[in-house]
């Protein structure tokens, strides 16, 4: 085990010689290098160098003392080798997003209309003489309407720009957001090397080609590299190979270490050979252009379905582009990525946004047929008047007009305030959840969270502390259950347990002061081991001094610890020529191999099988009973008579060995942590606990969590009991007996990776209870990765997590503590209350509005509320409400019920209630106004208002107390379940309150000094003081409305369901169930022939293109990739991978292709979502 020490050039860093700084290596030596494997690679080190010593030489490195960290000597190595650094993708600019939330259906329909609006306004035609052209009811536009008509569609453009601009503003500071916690994560994440002899710690970015690196077990490795020397050593290269086995690696059959790899046992020393973009994985990021699409490189990274990585041929790029330009050539057989469901409320929101655009399309177009009929019929059948051609551009006038009004119409129809009150909502919800240790990593898992039904969370780090103590100790034939006193153990015993803990250990693993005055000790390394050194200060002992005597030079032989080994053993060699073996482990394994034990006394005992039956039931089982984990302590003594053992023999060697001890050790739950769970399950989410320890240790913290609850009939068990009550004899998975075990299962113990994927992935495709289940899972370790990916809300852990596990999660909890998941399931619950309080505002004002307008048309010829008061209503106030609605600071409450489940509808039966009911009061007073308005308030009639005359007061009145009732009303939808009380908490939210003051402010000007733009004259404070009043009745008839029981009104129809199971089975019948959600094939039917057209263009481009430069056609797909799918669709890899471009590939005959087609408007639809 003794170091390969060779000779080594004393000057080893290039600044050191007087030589002209050339390396005897180039960068592309290396990388040929590096791309060999095990016999190849070993082969050209012997020919070309000689050995890897020989390496080192050439780069002007030395094997112990690594290099001298001279700052000339490293900018030389950067000039010649590059850094280890791989430039992340570019940013999106904020141009792209502001395209991106163009792409929305709402803003497009909005777009349009506008353009049509403004282009009418400056469509003036004098001529004829009125008279003779007939006299049509309700004159032609007014002459300030004719001035101000350009106002209305500059104001629709106006609001779509404002919508657009926020949109991408939170889309580019949540990119700016993340790309400052990434660069943070990566700061943080450093890597030990030797610099001139000293072991230092240097952040990862700063390692160069020829630093010497120390590698253990649970490192990422940061850069390529060559084995200089290891133990045991097993490296984990499924993110590169996609091979799951672990490859062992050694001098003589694999030295090579690859970057992005993993090192699951044993330790050692490597030289690094290549960093940055000339490593393995910058190879491949180059491959997957880490420049351009940062969604193909995240599916292509580790993205794996049922645990199994990828294949990547990050060699052969001819052979890569190959096997994608067939994938293209059949876009029904999707790339294997697994894609993420749409989140809950997207598909919701686009479900319903279909729902209300077609019953607003049909409005207007009703609107504008009665009006062309009545016009016409009027004008030509009941005056009997000919259509001449003077007459012509009067008639043209009028058509203009009523299309404007139908225009107009479709305008109300339409939440525009959808897409924004959304944004607002998850954008003020991830921000605020910053402080609430929760880093959303995808917008929407925020609103998810909301709907989970269930948590699978680790036990270690998250439902406790994290620091493992020893609380209980058997040793000297006395089971102590606090820590003994020092001198309640024999001195000879003492000393034993002290150096057998001291230097059988990492010793790396350390327990260092604490960084805060009063705070706990840190601990460095390993958990248990930090337990047991805090052992040794408990019995005011001191570990430092003993491994200072005994540094690990002089170690003769280490056993490192693996998970098949379940133990550790250290060799030295004693000063009278024998050996001394510590060892310590899981105390089921070493028991078995004792065959003495230390007595009261500190002499051997002999302990023979039933000696250790008893021990087992004295003392292991009553400490694993209370929750700890137990580890035996033994040492073995080889006499020097009996001459050298042999080493390789390891079940020889550990064995016959002698009981110091057996310690409990505890990792306490954290305080904060019942009570979490209880909140939990009141609010209907079912805690289950998936760890690796043994079942009794996790049943005891189960138990102590309140996951766990007497009296009741759940489930603990093993994952090897596990996966035999789920697999059939073939050793496959079957769902139906999944199903019968997950709903009680509430611990999985002793379980692997592959039973955490397994688990949640059955619990995710389960059609066992009325809805779907929502799964969040919690994890740290790289092996958490598939899991993760799985999960409906995958949570990293901040503090413990791995690199891997943080790039497959979701959600980041900064630290690491189960309550900040609570919050984020407050958090979730609320994004969805706020989007509902919206809807039910802007509902009740759409509806409102445009029954107001199209009778109003249909009996008087012209719309009570003028084009551009509608948009003031519609636009601003939604647009101002959508502000004051989504802002809502959560409460408690939100915990007190069940989640909504998927097929819950967004509008539930109260929301309608409180719709319709609302409606019926402001339609009631606004018609009573319309028609005898001027009766009530004494005044001119504003019906049928010859040409040119000036706005009426009369009209005025009825826009001033509409927009009144709005306002109260807005304060009524803040409460969605049916409460009383609905100013309460109105303080917590200041936003609400200044929008509402600002928009009744902003209502007083437009009314008093709006004029002819907006169709106002200034009223008089009565007049006022009577619209208020109308305006405060919203309050009063609210609480009429909310004592009406909603059993009763079996007739009130939901809206804006999820997909129901029958539409999930229909879903996976066809082949395309990749991208088809219902709400979607509503808008695609149109769309279909559309984009076959397109669909054909692009392949011929795409041929045209090909032929030009000679190149295969997959450039040509991907230089176009659409910006469609908006950032935060994480659930890209699969989504972006099928857009119109790719599948332009192919011929478009079938209609599977076009519904391939028809990818991106539909991604452009979900984006309201976003």
């Not at 791989?86 to 141009?95: D, G, S, V």
């Not at 957001?177 to 990862?204: A, D, N, W, Y």
């Not at 990274?301 to 060699?315: F, M, N, S, V």
């Not at 919203?1034 to 079996?1050: D, V």
Request: glycine letters at 8%.
């Amino acid at each position: 085990m003794a170091n390969n020490a060779v000779d080594h050039p004393a000057g080893n860093s290039v600044a050191d010689g007087n030589h002209d700084g050339d390396f005897g290596v180039t960068v592309n030596d290396l990388r040929g290098l590096m791309e060999l494997r095990s016999g190849e690679a070993v082969g050209k080190i012997r020919d070309d160098y000689g050995d890897v010593q020989g390496i080192c030489r050439r780069l002007k490195t030395s094997p112990i003392e690594g290099l001298s960290g001279n700052p000339v000597d490293l900018e030389k190595r950067h000039a010649a080798f590059g850094q280890n650094f791989i430039p992340p993708r570019k940013a999106k600019t904020f141009l792209q997003l502001v395209w991106e939330a163009l792409q929305d259906v709402t803003l497009i329909i909005l777009e349009i209309a506008a353009i049509i609006s403004l282009g009418l306004s400056f469509y003036h035609l004098e001529g004829g003489n009125s008279e003779a052209c007939g006299q049509a009811s309700g004159g032609v536009e007014d002459e300030g309407e004719a001035q101000a008509g350009w106002i209305e569609g500059a104001a629709i453009l106006f609001s779509v720009i404002i919508v657009v601009l926020v949109t991408a503003f939170n889309d580019w500071s949540k990119e700016k957001q993340f790309r400052g916690l990434q660069s943070r994560i990566e700061q943080e994440q450093k890597f030990t090397v030797i610099r001139k002899g000293q072991v230092i710690q240097i952040p990862v970015a700063e390692m160069v080609v020829g630093d010497i690196a120390q590698i253990k077990y649970g490192d990422l490795l940061p850069a390529d590299g060559i084995l200089i020397q290891g133990n045991d050593l097993k490296i984990d290269e499924s993110s590169l190979t996609g091979e799951s086995d672990q490859v062992r690696k050694s001098l003589e059959k694999d030295p090579m270490l690859l970057s992005g790899t993993h090192v699951m046992e044993g330790s050692g020393r490597m030289v690094v050979s290549a960093v940055g973009l000339n490593s393995q994985t910058g190879i491949i990021f180059t491959l997957l252009g880490a420049g351009d699409n940062g969604e193909e490189k995240k599916a292509k990274k580790t993205k794996t379905q049922d645990g199994i990585a990828l294949e990547i041929q990050p060699l052969k790029s001819e052979e890569a582009a190959e096997s994608e330009e067939k994938e293209e050539a059949k876009p029904v057989k999707k790339v294997v990525v697994p894609k993420k469901e749409k989140s809950v409320l997207q598909g919701k929101l686009t479900k319903l946004a279909v729902q209300i655009g077609k019953a607003g399309l049909i409005m207007s177009a009703v609107t504008v047929i009665i009006l062309i009929l009545y016009f016409v019929i009027d004008t030509f059948a009941v005056q009997g008047l000919t259509w001449t051609s003077e007459c012509t551009p009067i008639y043209i006038q009028y058509f203009v007009k009523f299309f404007i009004i139908g225009v107009t119409v479709l305008v109300v129809a339409v939440p525009e305030g959808l897409p924004l009150a959304v944004t607002i909502s998850l954008a003020y919800s991830v921000k605020k959840m910053m402080k609430d240790n929760n880093l959303v990593r995808h917008l929407d898992a925020c609103e998810t969270m909301g709907n989970a039904t269930a948590i699978c969370s680790d036990k270690t780090g998250t439902l406790t502390m994290n620091r493992m103590t020893v609380v209980q100790a058997f040793v000297g034939d006395t089971h102590h259950k606090t820590i003994p006193e020092a001198s309640a153990i024999k001195p000879d015993t003492l000393e034993v347990l002290v150096n057998s803990i001291s230097i059988n250990s990492a010793y790396t693993t350390k327990i260092l002061p604490p960084e805060k005055e009063g705070g706990l000790p840190r601990h460095v390394g390993n958990k248990t081991e930090c337990a047991l050194l805090g052992l040794v200060l408990d019995l005011k002992r001191d570990y430092q001094p003993i491994r200072e005597e005994v540094p690990e030079e002089k170690m003769y032989k280490v056993y490192t610890f693996n998970s098949s080994r379940k133990s550790m053993s250290t060799v030295l060699r004693m000063a009278n020529g024998g050996f001394r073996m510590y060892s310590k482990g899981a105390s089921e394994i070493i028991l078995r191999k004792c065959s003495h034990i230390l007595d009261s006394d500190g002499l051997l005992r002999v302990f023979k099988p039933k000696d250790r039956d008893e021990m087992v039931r004295k003392v292991i089982e009553p400490m694993a009973c209370d929750g700890l984990r137990t580890i035996c302590l033994a040492f073995r003594d080889f006499p020097a008579s009996g001459g050298e053992p042999n080493w390789d023999a390891e079940n020889d060697i550990v064995n016959d060995l002698t009981c110091i001890a057996v310690v409990g050790i505890e990792d306490p739950v954290r305080p904060e942590v019942p009570e979490a769970i209880t909140k939990c399950q009141r609010a209907g989410i079912t805690v289950r606990m998936v760890t690796g320890d043994n079942i009794n240790t996790a049943r005891a913290i189960a138990t102590k969590c309140g996951i766990l609850l007497p009296n009741e009939d759940f489930l603990c068990m093993e994952g090897k009991e596990f996966n035999q009550q789920i697999r059939n004899d073939k050793g496959e998975v079957e769902q139906e007996r999944l199903d019968k075990v997950w709903p009680k299962l509430r611990v999985l113990a002793r379980s692997s990776p592959t039973d955490k994927h397994t688990l949640v992935k059955g619990i995710i495709d389960s059609t066992v209870g009325e809805t779907r289940q929502v799964v969040a899972v919690t994890g740290d370790g790289t092996n958490d990765g598939p899991a993760l990916k799985k999960a409906d809300v995958g949570f990293a852990m901040g503090i413990a997590g791995t690199d891997v596990a943080k790039e497959a999660s979701d959600i980041i909890l900064t630290d690491d503590n189960f309550t900040s998941i609570v919050r984020a399931v407050m958090w979730g619950r609320n994004v969805y209350d706020s989007i509902s309080k919206f809807l039910q505002f802007q509902l009740t004002v759409n509806v409102v509005a445009v029954i107001v307008a199209f009778t109003g048309a249909c009996i008087t010829q012209d719309s009570p509320l003028k084009a551009v008061q509608m948009l003031w209503v519609n636009l601003i106030m939604d647009t101002l409400a959508s502000l004051a609605l989504a802002t809502e600071p959560p409460t408690e409450s939100l915990l007190l019920r069940k989640p909504y489940g998927r097929n819950k509808p967004l509008i539930s039966r109260t929301m309608m209630k409180n719709i319709l009911g609302h409606a019926v009061y402001q339609l009631v007073i606004i018609f009573t106004l319309l028609f005898a308005g001027e009766k009530i308030f004494d005044m001119d009639s504003g019906r049928n208002a010859p040409l040119h005359s000036p706005p009426s007061e009369h009209y005025t009145i009825v826009f001033n107390v509409f927009v009144m009732m709005q306002l109260f009303n807005e304060i009524n939808a803040r409460k969605i379940h049916g409460e009383r009380n609905v100013f309460e908490g109105v303080y917590r939210n200041p936003i609400f309150c200044s929008v509402v003051l600002g928009t009744f402010a902003l209502q007083i000007v437009i009314v008093q000094f709006g004029g002819k733009p907006f169709s106002c004259t200034a009223l008089t404070i009565d007049q006022w003081l009577w619209c208020v009043f109308i305006g405060v009745g919203e309050l009063l008839w609210g609480q009429l409305i909310s004592s009406i029981p909603t059993h009763h009104l079996k007739f009130l129809k939901e809206a804006g369901h999820g997909t129901t199971k029958e539409d999930i089975h229909e879903e996976e019948m066809t082949a395309d169930n990749d991208e088809i959600d219902h709400a979607e094939m509503e808008l695609r039917r149109g769309q279909i022939l559309w984009f076959r057209g397109l669909n054909r263009i692009q392949t011929q481009m795409d041929v045209v293109y090909t032929f030009q430069t000679g190149q295969a056609a997959v450039p040509g797909a991907l230089r176009r990739q659409p910006s469609v799918v908006s950032q935060h669709n994480d659930a890209a890899g699969a989504k972006t991978l099928s857009s119109p471009t790719h599948l332009g590939l192919s011929t478009s005959s079938s209609l599977g292709n076009s519904a391939g087609g028809a990818a991106a408007p539909a991604a452009s639809s979900s984006a309201a979502g976003n």
